[in-house]
């Protein structure tokens, strides 16, 4: 069991395989948190979660809603591997002197929030503005309706304002999105929000992995044996969901902070103080609560499966095929 623990490549392993599982399925969701969250007053495109996809198919199609999808799944592979793995190298070295306690749960947890930080944070970045970019452009035509609608002389004009208007509105991919980026602010550019992302993965963490460690081991066959499959999954969905809406706000702060297209009427932010502040005084302290039913709907899930495949020992058994050193 010892060498199990300390084999980082298997939980490398099983982390990458249980994100890019886990992504593809939850990813729809994810995609309307973040339009949720980043839509203002003043600028209310959906209602809520079913009304975004609904929109989101209609406007863009099927595969709209796995718009960013791509940037997800390439860079979520070391993000997981990264948080998972770090969690369990931490926390098998404090246990070293003991029995692991409490508070050695949270410090373990937040080392793997502060380590991920290293990937999720230019993930982030570049899926935010693709999974958003629909937003926008729904936002620009529903202006353009409007203008149509109150002016008889500007519908015979339309045609051109819309090609226009289709031409400047073009969705980036994520290769111009980072060169841009790179050309224009530099690594820099990539890490833009990482203040926030830390306040939200470092809390996550230090949340999630000791309510999953106590919620699994109440669910063990005896003293020393595992916890079925099943508890594995349902407990990580428990801890992921509960984590999720307690960092919701701090979520809600990072997207705003991270997007660098918005509609013209929709607040910029300096910072995380100057974000609060205009979130509080412009939409009231609900809004820091925007996209959590989402997210508690990708996070459980996506950490469930995470559980699962740790449970299978998915990396350890692909490990089992590869040549052994002789010692």
């Known amino acids: 069991m010892a060498d199990k623990q300390i084999s980082l490549p298997a939980k490398l392993i099983n982390g990458g395989i249980a994100g890019l599982i886990g992504v593809t399925c939850v990813f729809p969701i994810d995609l309307a948190k973040t339009r949720l969250q980043n839509q203002q007053n003043g600028s209310r495109l959906y209602t809520s979660m079913s009304d975004c996809l609904i929109k989101t198919i209609r406007s863009e199609g099927y595969f709209g809603m796995y718009r960013g999808a791509a940037v997800n799944l390439t860079l979520v592979t070391p993000e997981k591997a990264i948080k998972l793995a770090a969690n369990d190298f931490f926390r098998h070295h404090l246990s070293k002197d003991g029995k692991l306690t409490l508070l050695k749960e949270m410090l373990a947890g937040c080392g793997a929030g502060t380590c991920q930080v290293i990937v999720t944070t230019p993930m982030e970045m570049l899926k935010i503005q693709l999974q958003d970019a629909g937003r926008i452009v729904a936002g620009l035509l529903i202006v353009m ?46 890490y833009k929000g990482l203040g926030a992302t830390l306040l939200r993965d470092v809390p996550f963490s230090i949340i999630y992995f000791p309510l999953f460690a106590n919620l699994n081991h109440l669910g063990k066959r005896g003293v020393d044996g595992p916890a079925p499959f099943y508890v594995s999954f349902i407990s990580g969905c428990l801890a992921g969901s509960t984590a999720a809406v307690a960092v919701n706000p701090v979520d809600v702060i990072k997207t705003r902070l991270q997007s660098l297209n918005r509609g013209s009427t929709e607040d910029t932010y300096s910072g995380v103080t100057d974000c609060i502040r205009k979130i509080l005084r412009n939409e009231g302290p609900t809004a820091f609560l925007k996209g959590a039913y989402c997210r508690a709907l990708v996070i459980a899930p996506l950490f469930g499966i995470a559980q699962v495949v740790y449970f299978l020992g998915v990396g350890e058994f692909i490990l089992s095929f590869l040549p052994k050193k002789d010692n």
């Not at 002389?153 to 111009?176: F, N």
């Open 145 to 190: 309706l409007f203008v149509l609608c109150s002016s008889a002389a500007q519908r015979k004009l339309m045609p051109e304002t819309v090609a226009a208007g289709a031409v400047e509105t073009k969705s980036p991919t994520a290769m111009q999105l980072t060169k841009q980026l790179l050309r224009e602010k530099g690594i820099a550019g990539l």
